[in-house]
């Protein structure tokens, strides 16, 4: 279970403080799809950046199945955001000299995943988004766009973590793939018991999400 | 492409570098070997002393003493240099008159030196002696044998004496160094032409000298000569005091500058102090340019080689900032994705030293001569070591080590040795041992980490967050 409480960040800029993220608070189980729904500059990436903790609150806390995280030191964050959280992108960030699969073993590696099972549970992931052995050992530049997209949720789901963060996961792609995109997200969340948590501005995505949240100006809201 | 570019690069900095290195420690061992053989000696003759001619005004035994209680002073080997005219001595000399005799058979009027020793020496006296010769055709001549009395036969029969070439005692021995005894020690031609041996005697300045040891040195012109004790040549050749030359021994390398000026300073205007040590020093002025030269380069190869490298990597990161920043989003740690750098950055460091060093090495000999050669193109050194020659006695005589040639009129000794020193100068021999190995991987080191730390540096300050918003 995810459960964030009255988390906040500003920034200073020279017109300002600007509060990106203002009291944010909702909570999310384990399975559920949970949309973020929100305008450019609205503050969702700065809500995702602070759920990874790529970014530390100004104050708030979030707790992952009653581990409080939000005060972690660098360390601390490094190890959790191998071992407890993936991140899906939206212009999908595989590293290009590696293939599919050394892609999705890079998670396992990081994660201090057994060695020897790191190869067989890589390709079993890039086997549930659709994708064969023989694509597993092609480059990125020699995979179309949704594929790429599905090695990054192979590659997220990969250590079986408890939180997966999807910036935009749909934004490069078409409209078909990025619905099966989405379809893959919510099964994969089912299946492995993952709370996914997708930052998008397209109503449609959202409307497919166990639950939705709004975002504007910081403040956060759940809809309908 | 861009990584063989890197290589490329890379290769041919540390190229520059090893080769500069291999210039540089060719050269080093060049000037050491040079600086070792040319020993501690420093050489003392009156002033206007002119080689074979002799002339000056003759250093005295109070102004030798005094060289020998200077500070840094080993030994000093002081000589008289007299000549025998045939009515001074019975024995014929082995040398025959030649062209000279023939010029002085065409009418030229040379003034034979006196029974005292004259400073003034020709070295050819009329046969008849004592008076003025005429200028008469047909007129017969001797050439007149040189007597070194000198207070070191030792050295003097190991050390060269007559400059070319090194005496060895063939049979008997030589006499003490403070011998007043009427002893010599002859060359084996005037013993060879004269029936003489260890026993025998023979007349000079009216007494009977005995002969002690006979000396050959591979030369006719040196073997014609007479070793006696320094104090008998003063005593019979009425020349009380008088020393004509004198070869100071200092006890390091190092003070030879500071003995040489020492002597210079206490005789002041009455001799000409000379070191083989300075001399050298302008000769080797070119080979110490080159490897300043070389030195400077070396540090400026390697330096460029670790800015190439380190700009290189500044730029692969940069162009990988997303990567990193992903990895970093992934959960890497700092150290595993510097490690990856470093790999990288090692990786062209060893393949660009693979490179350069063979590529070094190949280069190394034509750079090296080149760098010698204009280096010594720019300089005054043949004319410098020509003004040595002079200094050192005139014409085909010079200083003499081990044993100071008394008047300078045989000892040809720095004087042909330098000849062939000159030539050798610009002769190196390059090559890459276990040190250039150790150097070329110290710099490979050096230029690895110097290339990585402002990289490694960057990649920790990389926030995931912004490169990651900035999408």
Known sequence: MLKVDHLQKSFRTAAGDVHAVVEASFMADSGQLVAIIGASGSGKSTLLSLLGLLDTPDAGSIEINGTELAQLDARGRTKYRAQRVGFIFQAFNLIPNLTALENVKLALEFSNWDKKDRGARALDMLTMVGLDEEKARRRPNRLSGGEQQRVAIARAFAAQPELILADEPTGSLDRQTGQKIVELLRSTASRENTTVLIVTHDEKVAAQADRRFEIEDGVLREID | ?471
């Open chain 2, 1 to 471: 492409m861009r990584s063989v570019g890197v290589v490329i690069i890379l290769g041919v900095a540390i190229a520059l570098s090893i080769s500069m290195l291999i210039a540089r420690d060719a050269v080093s061992n060049k000037i050491d070997s040079v600086r070792a053989s040319t020993g501690t000696s420093i050489t003392v003759s009156p002033k206007g002393f002119f080689g074979f001619q002799g002339g000056g005004t003759p250093l005295t035994n109070k102004e030798i003493e005094g060289i020998v209680s200077l500070p840094h002073v080993r030994a000093v080997q002081a000589s008289l240099s007299e000549r025998l005219s045939s009515s001074q001595t019975n024995l014929t000399s082995p040398t025959p008159p030649g062209f000279l005799g023939q010029q002085f058979d065409g009418g030229n009027s040379n003034t034979s030196n006196s029974s005292s020793g004259s400073s003034t020496r020709s070295g050819l006296t009329p046969i008849t002696g004592g008076s003025t010769p005429s200028n008469t055709r047909g007129f017969s001549f001797a050439t007149e044998i040189r007597v070194i009395g000198t207070n070191s036969p030792g050295t003097a029969l190991v050390g060269g004496a007559n400059g070319g070439g090194t005496e060895t005692l063939t049979s008997g021995k030589a006499f003490n160094a403070t011998s007043t005894g009427n002893v010599a020690v002859v060359g084996a031609s005037l013993a060879s032409t004269n029936k003489l041996k260890v026993g025998s005697t023979f007349t000079a300045w009216g007494k009977t000298i005995t002969v002690v040891g006979v000396y050959n040195s591979g030369s006719t012109f040196a073997n014609s000569e007479i070793l006696m004790p320094l104090s008998t040549v003063q005593t019979l050749a009425s020349a009380t005091n008088e020393v004509t030359g004198a070869t100071v021994q200092a006890d390091n390398i190092s003070n030879v500058t500071l003995v040489t000026t020492e002597i210079t300073k206490d005789l002041d205007s009455a001799a000409d102090v000379t070191s083989t040590a300075s001399t050298v020093a302008s000769e080797l002025a070119p080979l110490n340019s080159v490897q300043t030269i070389s030195t400077y380069t070396l540090f400026g190869a390697v330096i460029g080689a670790a800015l190439i490298l380190l700009l290189s990597m500044l730029m692969i990161v940069r162009e990988r900032r997303r990567e990193i920043g992903v990895l970093k989003a992934l959960g890497a740690p700092n150290r595993s994705i510097i490690a990856q750098f470093i790999a990288e950055s090692t990786t062209f460091t060893v393949l660009g030293s693979l490179v350069g060093f063979l590529a070094g090495i190949a280069i190394s000999s034509p750079i090296t001569s080149a760098l010698v050669n204009a280096s010594g193109g720019s300089t005054s050194a043949s004319q410098g070591f020509g003004g040595f020659v002079h200094q050192n006695g005139g014409g085909f005589t010079g200083g003499g080590s081990g044993f100071a040639p008394p008047s300078g009129g045989f000892a040809g000794g720095q004087g042909f040795h330098f000849g062939g020193f000159r030539n050798t100068l610009t002769q190196l021999h390059t090559s890459a041992g276990w040190s250039t190995l150790a150097y070329a991987f110290l710099f490979a080191v050096v230029i690895a980490v110097v290339g990585s730390t402002f990289a490694t540096a960057t990649i920790t300050r990389i926030r995931p967050a912004e490169v990651l918003r900035s999408e």
